[in-house]
């Protein structure tokens, strides 16, 4: 049985001692969510505590309108964690989070947060940053899964560990998708019937770049080709498509990551994928 915590203080008793996972989310959970909470079962083992965190962040939202927007449904969150034998739902409040702005210790991800994502959503990591470094304080853990859906946020999120020792591991978990190829998101449910029969086009976008890599073109070639076949489907509005290597720096031969974003209708889709480069590519 889950047991769902609302207090740091209730949460903290609970976890005393203990060898935790967590998974932290803002709620609306899918597919892509109970993987990341079996992840961390896996390798926290049977023995240990699963926390999954459900708290919507105001300081990750640029607006307060998209804050209000998001969608909120804790018995169905409950059900899934239920589900993936999660031991603890800790559904805190905003005061509880953050009691006294000013004693959550800010964090500035550095220029990492400035690119992909964070050029378009200024201080949206730094918000990010702040609440994962507040909820590792508060939970502890030893393993701690994120999606590489959010590959951005996962590379983030292994800098600031680094960067400031905190003793955790964190695992990357493969992203989830449909049968099409569409990454699940919880953004996925804002798309009409239209919208959501393009959306797996990013995921061919990416396979698209990926097989011209293998084909030995250069990145900016693969690249620009890919963006000429998007333009078949003018509804797509591509932000970037672009590969850097795994911590989002100059690509060099070997391992890489391309990387899409694109705007259907209202709905800011994110994708990417693995791939290697060759001398003939960089
Ligand atoms: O990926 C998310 O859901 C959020 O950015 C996170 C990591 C829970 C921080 O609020």
Redesign the pocket.
């Known amino acids: 049985m889950t047991k769902i915590i609302k207090t740091v203080t209730e949460l903290q008793t609970a976890v005393d001692g203990k060898r935790v996972g967590a998974v ?3 709620g609306a959970l899918h597919q892509g969510h109970a993987q990341l909470i079996k992840q961390c079962r896996e390798t926290v083992g049977k023995d240990a505590i699963v926390v999954v ?1 459900i ?1 919507v ?1 105001p300081t ?1 939202f640029e607006n307060n309108k998209d804050l209000e927007k998001y969608p909120r449904d804790l018995a169905s969150d409950v059900e899934i964690c239920e589900q993936n034998s999660a031991d603890i739902v800790f559904a805190p409040t905003v005061d509880e989070i953050y009691p006294l702005k000013t004693l959550v210790k800010k964090i500035e991800p550095g220029e990492i947060a400035n690119i992909l994502e964070g050029a378009s959503r200024p201080g949206h990591f730094a ?2 940053a702040t ?2 470094n507040r ?1 590792l304080e508060i939970t502890k853990p030893s393993v701690t899964c ?2 590489e859906k ?1 590959y951005q ?1 996962l590379t983030i ?1 292994r800098e600031i560990v680094k960067e400031l020792s905190i003793p955790v591991e964190v695992i990357g978990v493969e992203t989830v998708r449909e049968s099409d190829g569409l990454a699940m998101s919880s953004r996925n449910m804002r798309l009409s019937e239209e919208e959501r029969a393009l959306a797996p086009h990013l995921y061919d976008a990416l396979n698209r770049v990926k097989a011209q890599l293998l084909e030995n073109h250069p990145i900016e070639k693969a690249i620009s080709s890919t963006i000429e076949w998007m333009a078949d489907f003018p509804e797509i509005e591509l932000d970037y498509l672009t590969v850097l290597s795994p911590s989002l720096g100059k690509p060099v031969p070997g391992l890489a990551r391309v990387l899409v974003a694109a705007r259907i209708g209202d709905v800011r889709l994110i994708d990417n994928i693995e791939c290697e480069l060759a001398v003939a590519n960089v």
């Open positions: 932290f989310t803002m965190t708290f962040n990750q918000g990010v609440v994962v909820l994120f999606g959010d946020q999120v």
